[in-house]
């Protein structure tokens, strides 16, 4: 079910290039690392989630790259974009093999299921 995304046609023209640019330096830095790792948790200070997300990768031996964009009292802006860009609410964010996965509940599912396996077996 694709979710929706309002149509460019909507936006005015006046405000098309802030829309499209906004915060586009963090969007492009987690693409840039989702296309260069087969695993990829981006996370925030103070969240316990995305510790647990690395930690279950560390005990499972899967290689991982960490992204971290400020606190709760920080970044939230620029994290924001990238809640935009993906539709996630939430972080972590965890990509495998360019597909977002979800979060930390979402990943160990996959793992404790074996998928996250498979997934990265291809």
Same mark, same amino acid.
């Given at each position: +079910? &694709?979710?929706?995304?309002?149509?460019?046609?909507?936006?005015?023209?006046?405000?098309?290039?802030?829309? $499209?640019?906004?915060?586009?330096?963090?969007?492009?830095?987690?693409?840039?690392?989702? =296309?260069?790792?087969?695993?990829?948790?981006?996370? +925030?200070? %103070? *969240? &316990?989630? &995305?510790? #647990?997300?690395?930690?279950?990768?560390?005990?499972? %031996?899967?290689?991982?790259?960490?992204?971290?964009? @400020? @606190?709760?009292?920080?970044?939230?802006?620029?994290? *924001?974009?990238?809640?935009?860009?993906? %539709?996630?609410?939430?972080? &972590? +964010?965890?990509?495998? =093999?360019?597909?977002? $996965?979800? @979060?930390?509940?979402?990943? #160990? $599912?996959?793992?404790?299921? %074996?998928?996250?396996?498979? +997934?990265?077996?291809?």
């Amino acid at each position: +079910m &694709p979710r929706p995304v309002l149509e460019e046609s909507r936006i005015h023209p006046a405000v098309r290039e802030r829309v $499209a640019s906004h915060h586009r330096d963090i969007v492009e830095e987690v693409e840039t690392a989702v =296309r260069a790792h087969a695993v990829v948790v981006v996370g +925030m200070q %103070g *969240n &316990p989630f &995305p510790r #647990k997300a690395r930690r279950l990768l560390q005990d499972a %031996g899967i290689a991982h790259h960490h992204l971290e964009y @400020g @606190g709760y009292l920080s970044q939230w802006r620029r994290r *924001n974009a990238l809640k935009m860009w993906t %539709g996630w609410p939430t972080f &972590p +964010m965890i990509f495998v =093999r360019g597909v977002l $996965a979800g @979060g930390y509940e979402d990943l #160990k $599912a996959l793992h404790d299921s %074996g998928e996250l396996a498979r +997934m990265l077996q291809g």
